[in-house]
């Protein structure tokens, strides 16, 4: 395994002669770079449930995701270095050989249940299903899906500390809303905030925000009443782990001039947006914009196995 290394994050700038014409300066924050399984947002929104989990005297996390989740992946690795046996509740039905992030996953130690979707997206967090999950697994600390609670917001709100520039726009992809409510959290209300989100109808998004910065307020006693963020719906592509030949495209490209690689569910969505925007808008004209690189690259690979097709 690697050192965690959270506080050398790069911000590396990207050029484009539209951008040049429009005075827009667009920067990367490279947090992909911070560890290569527990990378981006998956250890921001890992770190202070590892450090709680740990202080509580548990051995074992217990969360949830889809069989290609990053989260899930992130949640194996972060068991594995520091010391957590790890369960994973899967949704859908088993399917062997296993895909390339469980089977990752498994080489980490995590075990797996495999859970109906009707069930899962109803029922993971039933009482009564957890009192089983406990009395098969053993005793552990709950980690939500994709690991968004409020020491998953806490961990976020760190994001920016490697931002060395001045900028007027930060951006961010957005699954659950935990990365854009630590960005939220922290960011000086005189900058603009975007959110991207990954999912179809993401609108949704903007009541499970609220609900993290409340519960992130209380839980640490900081107020949070900001205005400066929306989200843009517009990018999603047809929906979570959806993609199309111009997304694959523009992500290939992008590594190719800029050396940056993106993954296709999020952060290739996010700076796909991005780019509209900037070449069919004046939005985005004068400004100097920050996109958060949310790492989750062992992605791409579940893509190439079922599409057949080469990543970057």
């Known amino acids: 395994m690697y050192r965690v290394d959270e506080n050398n994050v790069p911000l590396q700038e990207v050029?484009?002669?539209?951008?040049?014409?429009?005075?827009?300066?667009?920067?990367?924050?490279?947090?992909?770079?911070?560890?290569?399984?527990?990378?981006?947002?998956?250890?921001?929104?890992?770190?202070?449930?590892?450090?709680?989990?740990?202080?509580?005297?548990?051995?074992?996390?217990?969360?949830?995701?889809?069989?290609?989740?990053?989260?899930?992946?992130?949640?194996?690795?972060?068991?594995?270095?520091?010391g957590f046996k790890t369960v994973g509740i899967i949704r859908g039905e088993e399917t062997l050989p296993l895909n390339n992030t469980l089977k990752q996953a498994s080489e980490y130690g995590m075990k797996f249940k495999y859970v109906n979707r009707c069930f899962y997206r109803n029922e993971k967090y039933n009482s009564e299903f957890l009192k089983n999950l406990k009395s098969e697994f053993g005793d552990f600390y709950l980690v939500p899906e994709g690991g968004s609670n409020y020491f998953a917001v806490k961990g976020c709100s760190e994001i920016i500390s490697n931002i060395s520039i001045d900028y007027d726009v930060i951006t961010c992809?957005?699954?659950?809303?935990?990365?854009?409510?630590?960005?939220?959290?922290?960011?000086?209300?005189?900058?603009?905030?975007?959110?991207?989100?990954?999912?179809?109808?993401?609108?949704?998004?903007?009541?499970?925000?609220?609900?993290?910065?409340?519960?992130?307020?209380?839980?640490?006693?900081?107020?949070?009443?900001?205005?400066?963020?929306?989200?843009?719906?517009?990018?999603?592509?047809?929906?979570?782990?959806?993609?199309?030949?111009?997304?694959?495209?523009?992500?290939?490209?992008?590594?190719?001039?800029?050396?940056?690689?993106?993954?296709?569910?999020?952060?290739?969505?996010?700076?796909?947006?991005?780019?509209?925007?900037?070449?069919?808008?004046?939005?985005?004209?004068?400004?100097?914009?920050v996109a958060v690189h949310t790492g989750g690259l062992q992605g791409n690979a579940g893509f190439e196995e079922r599409l057949g097709i080469r990543i970057n």
């Open 173 to 289: 992809a957005c699954g659950t809303g935990g990365t854009i409510s630590g960005i939220i959290a922290s960011v000086d209300k005189s900058k603009e905030i975007i959110g991207f989100p990954a999912l179809k109808g993401g609108e949704f998004l903007i009541e499970n925000i609220q609900k993290l910065l409340h519960d992130f307020s209380i839980q640490f006693d900081y107020q949070v009443s900001k205005s400066n963020w929306i989200l843009n719906t517009d990018f999603h592509f047809g929906g979570y782990g959806k993609i199309t030949l111009d997304l694959v495209e523009f992500v290939t490209r992008f590594k190719q001039q800029n050396k940056i690689p993106l993954d296709l569910i999020y952060t290739g969505k996010m700076l796909f947006g991005i780019y509209h925007l900037a070449k069919f808008s004046d939005v985005f004209n004068n400004k100097t914009i």
């Open 15 to 82: 050029t484009e002669d539209f951008l040049v014409k429009k005075n827009i300066k667009l920067f990367v924050l490279r947090e992909d770079l911070i560890h290569p399984e527990i990378s981006g947002n998956k250890w921001r929104k890992l770190k202070y449930n590892c450090v709680e989990a740990k202080e509580k005297g548990y051995s074992q996390l217990l969360t949830f995701g889809g069989a290609y989740s990053n989260h899930i992946a992130a949640t194996a690795a972060a068991g594995k270095e520091f």
